[in-house]
């Protein structure tokens, strides 16, 4: 692992070919799982305030989950994360061409694109397949980034060495969301140097301040 001020990232970043193929994976992650997205302390004000502009375009089982249990559940000590359809797909989840043969989306997401919402989904689900995990409190607190490879993603692997992507790309805007563009300005050059010191992964040049990356970004 690699420090970049109070984050710890998994070596796993310095070569990792990924980009999301929905054409191959439809969506899988928002709805394959054993809860919901894992949400941040103050996601759950922003699903609540979301929920009245994004609720006509829910499937009718979605609202009704949503009308017996709220957009989230759990607790302090366990953490939190969004409810979820009969314990599978979240309840924000909608389909391009139907459930069981389209493509599963998000509804938050779809109206963020659509300039009517400001939040535009969980962190969590941005940053997937990599798990953001705190320890600690206050300002001994310490994030761990790890990547979680899953069979559900495994076609995003081999469209990432198609189209040249790594994963510390694509997640550039979902991880300046969480930490800030002068944390991930230094989580780049970082990452650099450290491919550098072990010999692994591309060794690109770090795109000089406001530029804008070639890469397609997470979705």
């Known amino acids: 692992m690699f420090a970049v001020d109070h984050v710890l990232v998994s070596d796993a970043l310095l070569d990792a070919p990924f ?3 929905l054409g191959s994976c439809f969506g899988a992650c928002c709805v394959h799982g054993d809860r919901g997205a894992p949400l941040d302390p103050d996601e759950r004000e922003a699903l609540e305030e979301a929920l009245p502009v994004v609720e006509p375009r ?11 249990r709220g957009t989230w559940e759990g607790t302090e000590r366990g953490g ?28 938050l997401q779809q109206a963020f694109w659509e300039g009517k919402l400001g939040f ?18 206050g300002d001994e607190a310490v994030d761990v980034l790890n990547y979680e490879r899953i069979d559900l993603c495994a076609p995003a692997v081999p469209h990432g060495e198609r189209t040249g992507v790594q994963l510390a790309d694509f997640l550039e805007r979902p991880l300046t969301r969480k930490y800030g563009a002068a ?11 450290r491919r550098l010191d072990v010999g692994i992964g591309p060794q690109d040049e770090v795109p000089a301040p406001g530029e804008t990356p070639s890469a397609p970004v997470a979705s």
């Open 19 to 21: 980009a999301c193929h």
């Open 58 to 68: 829910l499937r009718p089982e979605a609202r009704a989950v949503i009308a017996r």
């Open 80 to 107: 939190y994360h969004t409810t979820t359809v009969r314990g599978r797909e979240c309840v924000f989840v909608v389909y391009d061409g139907g459930a069981g043969s389209g493509v599963a989306k998000c509804a």
């Open 120 to 137: 535009e989904k969980p962190v969590s689900c941005h940053l997937y397949p990599v798990r953001a995990e705190t320890y600690g409190e």
């Open 183 to 193: 944390w991930t300005a230094k989580f780049r050059e970082t990452l650099r140097q």
